[in-house]
C-alpha cells in the first residue's frame, strides 16, 4: 500500500500529544551484553543433556528475551565487584540433572547454566550452595526446581537467578514452622539479581535476605502461596541496599517483605494481592522494620490488612501508591535520613493504577526463551551475530540508528544486532527490503531508556515538494524480512495542537514485511501510531508482538498484514483538546487473509468511559474486495470500550466483514448480541496464535 493510495478519512476530532511519561514495563529485550555473554566457549553439556540444538543456541535461547544488565542496587559498583552480570564471562551448560546443576553451580569457574528440564531435591529441602559468578537460568518454561532451592552463604557474589520455576518443598500444612525449606536464601552475599522467577509453595519462605546481604534487586518475580513471602534481615547492623520492584506478591500471608535494618530499601512498582474469599489472609504488607530507610512508590496493593507498617524507630517515604480494598495501617514518616535512589542508579515509574495488568502479563518465566529453532549436530557452534553499537555521545560505532541499518550488508543471510546505547535518537529509521535479518535492541534496563523518535505526519511538507502522506510519516520503516525489534521505545511526537492546518495521520512504526518480531516495545503516537502493512496486496506480511505497549488514539492499530499482540497492554489516550473518543484498530485485510489478532492482553487508559470503539473497518482505497478482519480474545477491557464495540468506516459496515471476540472480561466485556458477534468455542480453536503466524514460530535471533 502506498502512501498516496491511502484513502482513510481524517479523524473530525484530532489531539495533542501529552508530555506525560510513557509507561514502562517487562524488561525483557536481550542486550548487547547478553549477545555476548555466550560468545566465548559452546558446546558444554553436564551429562545426560543431550539436546536437539547446539549449546550456543540453546544458551542463545534461554537468554533472549530477557535484559542480561542488571538494575537497581544489584548495578552499583562496591566491594569490588562492578555491577553484577552472573556467569558473562564462563563457558555455557545445559543442565537436565540434579548432579549436574549442583556441579556447575559449585564450581569455582564461572558459568551460564542452562536449566532445561524439571529437576527434583533429593532430599527435599535440599537447598544447592551457589558460588560465586554463576547465571542459573531456565530455558522458557522448561526450567523447574522442585522440593528445594539455593543457597548463597557469605561473600557469595555476582549472581543471576532467572527465569525459573522454584515450588513444592511444601510438606502438607500450608504455613509449614517446622522445616526452613526457602527457594532461595542468602546470608552474607552481595551483588545478587533474582529476576523473572516464579516462587511458589515452599516449606518456610520463598526468599530470604539475610545477615547483611547487600547490593541485591529482586524484580519481576510472582511470589505465591507462601505463609512467608521474602524476608530481610537478622543482623542487628544496618547496611544493606536493596531494590525491590514489579514483583507480583499474591496470597502470602507476611513478609511481604519485611525488611529489617536495611540502610537502603527501594520498593516500587510492586502488586501486593490477598484474594477475597480464600484461607489465606494477609497480615501486612510492606514493613519496614528496625532501623530501615524504605523508600516506596507506585505500587498496588489489593485487598491487604495493614499494607504499609513500620515500627517506631524506622523510616518509610511512601508515594504514589494505589490502595484498593485495604484496611489497618498504612503507615508512612519517621526520622531516617532523606535518601533518593537515582543518587544510586536510573530507574523509571510505571503508573499505580497500571502495574497489575503490567504484572499480571510480565512477570515470571518467560516462554519464548524455550523456542530455538536451529538444529545443529552436538557438539558444533551456531554462528554468532554480528553486533553493531550506536551510541548518541560517540562512545559506539556510530552516532544515529540509521548509520548503522546503512552498515548492514545488502541481501545480508545472517543475524545483525544493532545495540542503542541508551538515549533519545531523533532521527528516521528506515530498513530497507535488501536488508534482512536485522534487530534493533536498547541496551538500557528499560525500554523506556532507549527512545527512536520523529515528528512527521502526513500532511508535513517534504523538503522537495509534497508531503510525506501516512506512510512515509513513519519514525521507524520496516521493509526487511526478519526483522526484530527490542527493548526500546518508537514514537512519533507530532505536536497537533501546533498544526491544526494539516492532516494529522503520524505513524511511529510501519512494517511491510514478513516475519517481524518485536519484544518488550513501547511504540507511541496517537492517530495511525502502528501501520502494520505488507509489501503489496498479494504478498503476506506476519507480524508478532509481545510484552510491549501500543499508545494512541485514533485507528493507531491498522493496516493489511498478519498481525498479533499478545501479552501486551493497549493503552488509549485522549485527543488533543482533552476529549474521549477514539478507534483501537482499523484492519484492511485481503480477503482469505489474517488480519489483527489481539489476545492475552489488556485494552485500557485514562479516558471516558465507553468512548473508544474496538475497530472499524477500512476499505483502503474503497477496495470492496477487501475483508478487514479483527479478533480480541481473552483480553482485559476497560470501561472505556463502548457496548457496542464496533462501528462502520467511510460507507463500509462492519457486519460486512469479520470482527469479533472470544471470553474477554472486564468493565469494557458483554454478552453476545447482533451489534457484539463473540467466537463459540469451535470458531474460537481456528482463531488461536499459532493459527495467525502459521509456520512461523517467533524466536529471539
Same mark, same amino acid.
Given at each position: 500500500?502506498?502512501?498516496?493510495?491511502?484513502s482513510?478519512?481524517?479523524?473530525?476530532?484530532?489531539?495533542r500529544?501529552?508530555?506525560?511519561?510513557?509507561?514502562?514495563?517487562?524488561?525483557?529485550?536481550?542486550?548487547?551484553?547478553?549477545?555476548?555473554?555466550?560468545?566465548?566457549?559452546?558446546?558444554?553439556?553436564?551429562?545426560?543433556?543431550?539436546?536437539?540444538?547446539?549449546?550456543?543456541?540453546?544458551?542463545?535461547?534461554a537468554?533472549?528475551?530477557?535484559?542480561?544488565v542488571?538494575?537497581?542496587?544489584?548495578?552499583?559498583?562496591?566491594?569490588?565487584?562492578?555491577?553484577?552480570?552472573?556467569?558473562?564471562?564462563?563457558?555455557?551448560?545445559?543442565?537436565?540433572? $540434579?548432579a549436574?546443576?549442583? %556441579?556447575?553451580?559449585?564450581?569455582?569457574?564461572?558459568?551460564?547454566?542452562?536449566v532445561?528440564?524439571?529437576?527434583?531435591?533429593?532430599?527435599?529441602g535440599?537447598?544447592?550452595?551457589?558460588?560465586?559468578?554463576?547465571?542459573?537460568?531456565?530455558?522458557?518454561?522448561?526450567?523447574?526446581?522442585?522440593?528445594?532451592?539455593?543457597?548463597?552463604g557469605?561473600g557469595?557474589?555476582?549472581?543471576?537467578?532467572?527465569?525459573?520455576?522454584i &515450588?513444592?518443598?511444601?510438606?502438607?500444612?500450608?504455613? @509449614?514452622?517446622?522445616?526452613?525449606?526457602?527457594?532461595?536464601?542468602?546470608?552474607?552475599?552481595?551483588h545478587v539479581?533474582?529476576?523473572?522467577?516464579?516462587?511458589?509453595?515452599?516449606?518456610?519462605? $520463598?526468599?530470604?535476605?539475610?545477615?547483611?546481604?547487600?547490593?541485591?534487586?529482586?524484580?519481576?518475580?510472582?511470589?505465591?502461596?507462601?505463609?512467608?513471602?521474602?524476608?530481610?534481615?537478622?543482623?542487628?547492623?544496618?547496611?544493606?541496599?536493596?531494590?525491590i520492584?514489579?514483583n507480583?506478591?499474591?496470597?502470602?500471608?507476611?513478609?511481604?517483605?519485611?525488611?529489617?535494618?536495611?540502610?537502603?530499601?527501594?520498593?516500587?512498582?510492586?502488586?501486593?494481592?490477598?484474594?477475597a474469599?480464600?484461607?489465606?489472609?494477609s497480615?501486612?504488607?510492606?514493613?519496614?522494620?528496625? %532501623?530501615?530507610?524504605?523508600?516506596?512508590?507506585?505500587?498496588?496493593?489489593?485487598?491487604?490488612?495493614?499494607?504499609v507498617?513500620?515500627?517506631?524507630?524506622?523510616?518509610?517515604?511512601?508515594?504514589?501508591?494505589v490502595f484498593?480494598g485495604?484496611?489497618? %495501617?498504612?503507615?508512612?514518616g519517621?526520622?531516617?535520613?532523606?535518601?533518593?535512589?537515582?543518587?544510586?542508579?536510573?530507574?523509571?515509574?510505571?503508573?499505580a493504577? @497500571?502495574?497489575?495488568?503490567?504484572? %499480571?502479563?510480565?512477570?515470571?518465566? &518467560?516462554s519464548?526463551?524455550?523456542? #530455538?529453532?536451529?538444529a545443529?549436530?552436538?557438539g558444533?557452534?551456531?554462528?554468532?551475530?554480528?553486533?553493531?553499537?550506536?551510541a548518541?555521545d560517540?562512545?559506539?560505532?556510530?552516532?544515529?540508528?540509521?548509520?548503522?541499518?546503512?552498515?548492514v550488508p545488502?541481501?545480508?543471510?545472517?543475524?545483525?544486532?544493532i545495540?542503542?546505547?541508551?538515549?533519545?535518537?531523533?532521527? $528516521?529509521?528506515k530498513?530497507?527490503?535488501?536488508?534482512p535479518?536485522v534487530?534493533?535492541?536498547?541496551?538500557?534496563?528499560?525500554?523506556?531508556?532507549?527512545?527512536i523518535?520523529?515528528?512527521?505526519?502526513?500532511?508535513?511538507?517534504?523538503?522537495?515538494?509534497?508531503?510525506?502522506?501516512?506512510?512515509?510519516?513513519?519514525?521507524?520503516?520496516?521493509?526487511?524480512?526478519?526483522?526484530?525489534?527490542?527493548?526500546?521505545?518508537?514514537?512519533?511526537?507530532?505536536?497537533?495542537?501546533?498544526?491544526?492546518d494539516?492532516?494529522?495521520?503520524?505513524?511511529?512504526?510501519?512494517?511491510?514485511?514478513?516475519?517481524?518480531?518485536?519484544?518488550?516495545?513501547?511504540?507511541?503516537g496517537?492517530? @495511525?501510531?502502528l501501520?502494520?502493512?505488507?509489501?503489496?496486496?498479494?504478498?503476506?506480511?506476519?507480524?508478532?508482538?509481545?510484552?510491549?505497549?501500543?499508545?494512541?488514539?485514533?485507528d493507531f492499530?491498522?493496516?493489511?498484514?498478519?498481525?498479533?499482540?499478545?501479552k501486551?497492554v493497549?493503552?488509549?489516550?485522549?485527543?488533543?483538546?482533552?476529549?474521549?473518543?477514539?478507534?483501537?484498530?482499523?484492519?484492511?485485510?485481503?480477503?482469505?487473509?489474517?488480519?489483527?489478532?489481539?489476545?492475552?492482553?489488556?485494552?485500557?487508559?485514562?479516558?471516558?468511559?465507553?468512548?473508544?470503539? $474496538?475497530?472499524?473497518?477500512?476499505? #483502503?482505497?474503497?477496495?470492496?474486495?477487501?475483508?478487514p478482519?479483527?479478533?480480541?480474545r481473552?483480553?482485559?477491557?476497560?470501561?472505556?470500550?463502548?457496548?457496542?464495540?464496533?462501528?462502520?468506516?467511510?460507507?463500509?459496515?462492519?457486519?460486512?466483514?469479520?470482527?469479533?471476540?472470544?471470553?474477554?472480561?472486564?468493565?469494557?466485556?458483554?454478552?453476545a448480541?447482533?451489534?457484539r458477534?463473540?467466537?463459540?468455542d469451535?470458531?474460537?480453536?481456528?482463531?488461536?496464535?499459532?493459527?495467525?503466524?502459521g509456520?512461523?514460530?517467533?524466536?529471539?535471533?
Amino acid at each position: 500500500m502506498s502512501e498516496t493510495t491511502r484513502s482513510k478519512p481524517r479523524s473530525p476530532r484530532r489531539h495533542r500529544r501529552r508530555r506525560t511519561a510513557l509507561f514502562a514495563g517487562v524488561p525483557l529485550a536481550l542486550t548487547a551484553s547478553g549477545a555476548m555473554a555466550y560468545g566465548g566457549v559452546f558446546g558444554v553439556f553436564g551429562q545426560d543433556a543431550q539436546p536437539t540444538a547446539s549449546a550456543a543456541t540453546a544458551a542463545a535461547s534461554a537468554l533472549a528475551g530477557v535484559t542480561d544488565v542488571a538494575n537497581g542496587f544489584a548495578s552499583v559498583n562496591a566491594l569490588g565487584q562492578n555491577g553484577t552480570y552472573g556467569g558473562r564471562d564462563g563457558q555455557t551448560v545445559t543442565v537436565k540433572t $540434579l548432579a549436574d546443576l549442583e %556441579k556447575y553451580a559449585t564450581a569455582a569457574e564461572p558459568y551460564i547454566i542452562v536449566v532445561a528440564a524439571t529437576i527434583n531435591m533429593n532430599p527435599v529441602g535440599k537447598e544447592i550452595k551457589v558460588a560465586s559468578d554463576k547465571t542459573i537460568i531456565g530455558a522458557g518454561t522448561s526450567g523447574h526446581i522442585v522440593g528445594g532451592g539455593f543457597f548463597l552463604g557469605t561473600g557469595v557474589h555476582n549472581v543471576i537467578i532467572r527465569n525459573l520455576t522454584i &515450588r513444592d518443598a511444601y510438606q502438607g500444612v500450608w504455613n @509449614d514452622k517446622e522445616n526452613d525449606f526457602d527457594a532461595i536464601q542468602m546470608d552474607g552475599a552481595h551483588h545478587v539479581w533474582i529476576d523473572h522467577n516464579d516462587l511458589r509453595h515452599m516449606a518456610d519462605g $520463598l526468599i530470604d535476605s539475610r545477615k547483611d546481604t547487600t547490593y541485591l534487586t529482586v524484580s519481576w518475580n510472582k511470589l505465591s502461596q507462601e505463609n512467608k513471602a521474602f524476608g530481610i534481615g537478622w543482623t542487628e547492623n544496618t547496611t544493606a541496599d536493596i531494590t525491590i520492584h514489579h514483583n507480583w506478591i499474591r496470597e502470602t500471608e507476611q513478609r511481604n517483605p519485611s525488611t529489617d535494618n536495611v540502610a537502603h530499601a527501594h520498593l516500587y512498582n510492586n502488586y501486593l494481592e490477598d484474594e477475597a474469599g480464600t484461607t489465606i489472609k494477609s497480615s501486612y504488607g510492606n514493613y519496614s522494620r528496625g %532501623k530501615t530507610n524504605m523508600v516506596l512508590e507506585n505500587s498496588y496493593f489489593q485487598g491487604l490488612t495493614n499494607p504499609v507498617v513500620r515500627d517506631a524507630t524506622a523510616t518509610v517515604v511512601q508515594r504514589g501508591s494505589v490502595f484498593s480494598g485495604t484496611s489497618g %495501617k498504612n503507615e508512612s514518616g519517621g526520622t531516617g535520613a532523606a535518601w533518593n535512589p537515582k543518587t544510586y542508579y536510573t530507574y523509571t515509574l510505571d503508573k499505580a493504577a @497500571d502495574v497489575p495488568a503490567l504484572l %499480571k502479563s510480565g512477570v515470571g518465566p &518467560r516462554s519464548s526463551v524455550a523456542k #530455538a529453532t536451529t538444529a545443529t549436530t552436538p557438539g558444533t557452534t551456531a554462528a554468532a551475530a554480528t553486533t553493531l553499537t550506536v551510541a548518541a555521545d560517540g562512545s559506539g560505532q556510530y552516532r544515529t540508528v540509521q548509520a548503522a541499518v546503512n552498515a548492514v550488508p545488502a541481501n545480508n543471510a545472517s543475524r545483525v544486532v544493532i545495540s542503542v546505547k541508551p538515549g533519545t535518537y531523533r532521527e $528516521l529509521v528506515k530498513v530497507p527490503s535488501n536488508k534482512p535479518h536485522v534487530t534493533i535492541q536498547g541496551s538500557g534496563g528499560s525500554r523506556k531508556d532507549t527512545t527512536i523518535v520523529y515528528n512527521n505526519a502526513s500532511g508535513t511538507p517534504k523538503p522537495g515538494g509534497g508531503t510525506y502522506g501516512t506512510g512515509g510519516s513513519a519514525t521507524v520503516a520496516v521493509e526487511a524480512d526478519n526483522f526484530q525489534a527490542r527493548n526500546l521505545t518508537i514514537s512519533n511526537d507530532f505536536d497537533e495542537a501546533a498544526h491544526q492546518d494539516i492532516a494529522n495521520q503520524a505513524v511511529a512504526l510501519r512494517t511491510s514485511a514478513d516475519k517481524v518480531f518485536l519484544d518488550s516495545v513501547i511504540i507511541s503516537g496517537d492517530q @495511525d501510531t502502528l501501520l502494520v502493512d505488507t509489501a503489496s496486496k498479494d504478498k503476506l506480511g506476519r507480524v508478532y508482538i509481545t510484552n510491549s505497549y501500543v499508545v494512541g488514539n485514533t485507528d493507531f492499530i491498522f493496516g493489511r498484514a498478519t498481525a498479533v499482540i499478545d501479552k501486551s497492554v493497549i493503552t488509549l489516550k485522549k485527543r488533543w483538546n482533552g476529549t474521549s473518543a477514539g478507534y483501537v484498530t482499523a484492519p484492511s485485510t485481503a480477503a482469505n487473509r489474517k488480519g489483527i489478532l489481539i489476545a492475552n492482553s489488556t485494552i485500557n487508559g485514562d479516558v471516558s468511559d465507553r468512548s473508544f470503539y $474496538l475497530g472499524r473497518p477500512w476499505h #483502503a482505497g474503497g477496495d470492496a474486495s477487501l475483508d478487514p478482519q479483527t479478533t480480541i480474545r481473552n483480553t482485559t477491557l476497560s470501561a472505556a470500550i463502548r457496548t457496542t464495540p464496533w462501528t462502520d468506516m467511510s460507507g463500509f459496515s462492519w457486519k460486512d466483514d469479520r470482527f469479533a471476540e472470544y471470553q474477554n472480561k472486564g468493565a469494557g466485556a458483554g454478552a453476545a448480541s447482533t451489534d457484539r458477534p463473540i467466537l463459540t468455542d469451535a470458531q474460537a480453536a481456528g482463531q488461536e496464535v499459532a493459527d495467525w503466524l502459521g509456520d512461523w514460530t517467533p524466536t529471539a535471533g
